[in-house]
């Protein structure tokens, strides 16, 4: 019998961490071999303020403080146990929460982390970066963004891909959480220095052409990226769009109506996980759906 797998899934009691732990536990629900497990994080640093504050009480309230987290955890995972009929385990830690989160998915080696995409404080997000958003650069384990509250599993995908490894590690991941879900493979193709060569005078007939070969090339790299999948060919279809694929993953995850946005993740070093401007990054805050981003390979 293969080893369960482990869920996780991240609240701070705010509404979208809600919708985050009633999509973990619908996919729970799904998979009888998925272990679900609620986890809190308790600031370190509001507990050191505490400290300082008042220093006389510091104790007892920061028992009260983590007594209260406990049972406002365990009540959770009761209330989402009663509703989809699963036993769900709960862990309450403390730290910063995106490190202590990436920490804990990896020492339990989880299968997936769920979190909502916006937390608690949103202002101070709106400044640093959601929580979700610090976590994706240094997890290397596949990442489920809730934005929207579940109404059913999801059905349909839609994967942008650039034929790389980790697109394909995207779209498998995907399939073996959700399969019974379509999934669009979607391909924005360019052509290189397009702007550069209107500059230089080309004309449209010799840039359409040059677009014409970009499709065809790209058509021909995404049959051998089907070759390389997990999925049943039934189970995709193609889609190719030109034009830069920040705004083409946006408007055509609402033109087909996507409740998912499969994203492979890319970043092999510290300085390129802390650059924001990726397509990834852009996908995971502008996407009106759950976005769900694969850990890196290797």
């Not at 998979?31 to 809190?40: E, K, N, P, R, W």
């Not at 406002?72 to 989160?101: C, K, M, N």
């Not at 379509?182 to 397009?194: G, H, P, Q, S």
């Amino acid at each position: 019998m293969p080893p369960a797998r482990t869920l996780l899934a991240a609240t701070d009691f705010s509404a979208p961490a809600r919708h985050a732990t009633e999509r973990a536990a619908l996919i729970a629900q799904m998979h009888a071999d998925v272990q679900l497990t609620l986890v809190h994080v308790v600031s370190d640093s509001a507990l050191g303020r505490l400290r300082q504050l008042l220093p006389a009480e510091a104790g007892g309230l920061t028992g009260e403080l983590l007594a209260q987290a406990e049972r406002a955890l365990a009540e959770l995972a009761t209330h989402l146990g009663s509703r989809f009929g699963d036993r769900i385990a709960t862990a309450l830690v403390q730290g910063s929460a995106p490190s202590t989160l990436t920490e804990l998915a990896e020492a339990r080696q989880a299968d997936l982390l769920v979190m909502g995409t916006r937390g608690a404080h949103f202002m101070r997000e709106m400044l640093l970066g959601s929580t979700t958003e610090r976590v994706l650069r240094t997890l290397r384990r596949p990442l489920l963004a809730v934005r929207q509250r579940p109404q059913a599993p999801y059905r349909r995908m839609l994967a942008p891909v650039d034929f790389s490894a980790h697109a394909a590690v995207a779209v498998n991941t995907a399939h073996a959480w959700f399969p019974d879900a379509d999934i669009v493979l979607m391909n924005a193709f360019e052509v290189e220095l397009e702007s550069t060569l209107r500059l230089a005078g080309m004309g449209d007939d010799t840039i359409n052409a040059y677009r014409i070969q970009a499709r065809d090339a790209a058509i021909a790299e995404m049959d051998a990226f089907v070759a390389r999948l997990d999925v049943p060919p039934a189970r995709l279809t193609r889609h190719f769009v030109h034009g830069a694929a920040t705004l083409r993953i946006i408007e055509y995850a609402q033109t087909i109506d996507a409740d998912l946005i499969v994203m492979g993740k890319h970043g092999q070093s510290v300085m390129e996980e802390l650059l924001l401007g990726s397509v990834t990054q852009y996908v995971l805050t502008y996407a009106s759906c759950d976005v769900l981003v694969a850990g890196r390979t290797g």
